[in-house]
Nanobody, 120 residues
Framework: QVQLVESGGGLVQPGGSLRLACAAS????????IGWFRRAPGKEREFVTA????????YYADSVKGRFIISRDNTKNTGYLQMNNLKPEDTAVYLC?????????????WGQGTQVTVAS
């Protein structure tokens, strides 16, 4: 299995940017997809974006398309989420997840999450 640790969250003003990182350890020699999800106060967890092992395919939720960019560096076993033009409605705990199966399917391994707060 793979273990995940997120970092990079914080407080940012509307219109600002943040870059989250997701460091993986454990069974990282087996190709795995990375997904980012978020959970806002009082809301269900929602899908944000995902990327395949080779980075050949990515997928974004409509709410973040054009503002967020997912990437990964397999030499560092790390995934990234670049968040631009942040809005107050982006405030949430952001979680990264991994799966050895289809990147648009269910995810089996989860990090603890990092808080992102967008406020002036």
């Amino acid at each position: 299995q793979v273990q995940l640790v997120e970092s990079g969250g914080g407080l940012v003003q509307p219109g600002g940017s943040l870059r989250l990182a997701c460091a993986a350890s454990g069974r990282t020699f087996t190709p795995y997809a990375i997904g980012w999800f978020r959970r806002a106060p009082g809301k269900e967890r929602e899908f944000v974006t995902a990327i395949t092992w080779s980075s050949s395919s990515t997928y974004y939720a409509d709410s973040v398309k054009g503002r967020f960019i997912i990437s990964r560096d397999n030499t560092k076993n790390t995934g990234y989420l670049q968040m631009n033009n942040l809005k107050p409605e982006d405030t949430a705990v952001y979680l990264c997840a991994a799966t050895y199966k289809n990147y648009l399917g269910g995810y089996d391994y989860w990090g603890q999450g990092t808080q992102v707060t967008v406020a002036s």
